[in-house]
Structure formats: C-alpha cells, structure tokens
C-alpha cells in the first residue's frame, strides 16, 4: 500500500458524458501525478500539481483538466468522453526534494467508456 | 523529444536463469527509476538510480546507471515465478520534479 487513494475504483459511462476521478496524495507529499494506461498509448504523463498549482504538462487532451485543492487532494476532470478515452487512470504523488522524484502510485481508476 | 526506449518488450525465461532488461534514453539525466507492475495492480517502486555509477540491489533485482551511455539495466539473477510482471523504467529530466517520463514497459514472463 503506497498510502495514495484514489476513488472510484472503476467507472463505466457513456460516450459523451462527464466524469471526474478523485485522488489523496501520501501524507505529507505536495505534488500530484496524473497518468494514464492505455494497451495501445503505455503509460502517459498527463498533468502534475505541486502545491495547488499546475506544475508541468503532459500529453493531456482539451477535454481533460485536473485542479489540486487547498487539502492537496486532486481531481481530474474528463469531458465529452470517447471510446479511446477507456483505460486505467493513475494519480502518484511525491514530496518535493531538490535530487529526487520517487513517485508512489495509487490503486489506479479504471475507466470504460461505452 | 525525449525517448525512453526498454529492450525487450517482451521476456519469458526459465526458472533460474539469469537475464538482464535495458533501458536507454535519449537526453542528460543522471535520476532514474524502476517500478514493477503486476497485471490490473498499480506500479511500485522497485529502485531509484541517483548518479552515473549507481548500483543497488533487492533480493534477485540488481539496477545500475550509466549516465554517460545513457543506459540504466536491470539485472534478474536466479528468475523465479513471482518476478513475473511488467518492469518499467522512467527517467526524469525536470529540475523541480516536474518532467518524468516512462519506457514502455518489459512484460516478463518465468515459467516454472
């Protein structure tokens, strides 16, 4: 156990619809990961929150946002879903450390769009 | 752009045999990480690789660094069945824990 939680576990939904992905970083750490895993795309870097702000970018779509709120949890938005957008979401946090980026990964949200 | 790039992609090997997963990346890193997945569960944290020269050693897993080759392996002594998993390794080029990028994963497969 990594001491990352993410909610829900699973999700199944509709094309077109809206959902939106919950994680709690480990006790004390300030920044938030957000990847996704896909069979064809691997594991992609979405988006990182340090502290409450946006800190780097990845391969995140227009229709995906993410917010880190003042308790450190993150939410990560997804709208006007499509097929493609079925795989398994990880959130990982990390504390800040000027020579190292250990990130310990939550349980996953496995996503499957209809 | 930077790429990450694992060899092989895939591995079966024999129950105590020895073998050893490569991951290469394209830029300046000297920070290096390998996790293990196992099928449906989250990624773990298996080594992190701090210098060119760095060794580090859990049970039948031994990782090192080559940051001048750009080279990080990821040595498997003696195979049993519980290393059975996905091995990942991701380099990190950011300079404030911000820019960590993942290869696409060595599927390993020991079979008794």
């Known amino acids: 156990d990594s001491g990352v939680t993410q909610t829900p576990k699973h999700l199944i939904t509709a094309t077109g619809q809206r959902v939106t992905l919950r994680c709690s970083p480990r006790?004390?750490?300030?920044?938030v990961y957000w990847y996704q895993q896909s069979l064809d795309q691997g594991l992609q870097f979405l988006i990182q929150?340090?502290?409450?702000?946006?800190?780097a970018k990845g391969n995140i779509l227009e229709r995906f946002s993410a917010q880190q709120f003042p308790d450190l949890h993150s939410e990560l938005n997804l709208s006007s879903l499509e097929l493609g957008d079925s795989a398994l979401y990880f959130c990982?946090?990390?504390?800040?450390?000027?020579?190292?980026?250990?990130?310990?990964f939550g349980p996953g949200t496995r996503l499957t769009v209809l | 752009e930077l790429k990450v790039e694992q060899n092989p992609l895939f591995l079966s090997m024999q129950e105590g045999k020895n073998y050893t997963i490569y991951c290469n990346y394209s830029?300046?890193?000297?920070?290096l990480y390998w996790y293990r997945q196992d099928p449906g569960k989250s990624l773990e944290s298996l080594f992190v690789?701090?210098?060119?020269?760095a060794v580090k050693q859990e049970g039948r897993l031994m990782a090192s660094l080559d940051t001048k080759a750009r080279l990080s392996t990821l040595h498997i002594t003696a195979a049993v069945h519980d290393l059975s998993a996905t091995y990942f390794c991701?380099?990190?080029?950011?300079?404030?824990?911000?820019?960590?990028?993942f290869g696409a994963g060595t599927r390993l497969t020991v079979k008794p």
């Open positions: 990982a946090s990390s504390v800040r450390a000027s020579s190292y980026n250990e990130q310990f």
């Open positions: 006790s004390g750490d300030l920044s």
């Open positions: 929150y340090y502290n409450g702000e946006e800190r």
């Open positions: 830029t300046t890193s000297d920070r």
């Open positions: 690789l701090l210098s060119n020269g």
């Open positions: 991701a380099v990190d080029i950011g300079r404030n824990n911000n820019d960590m990028r």
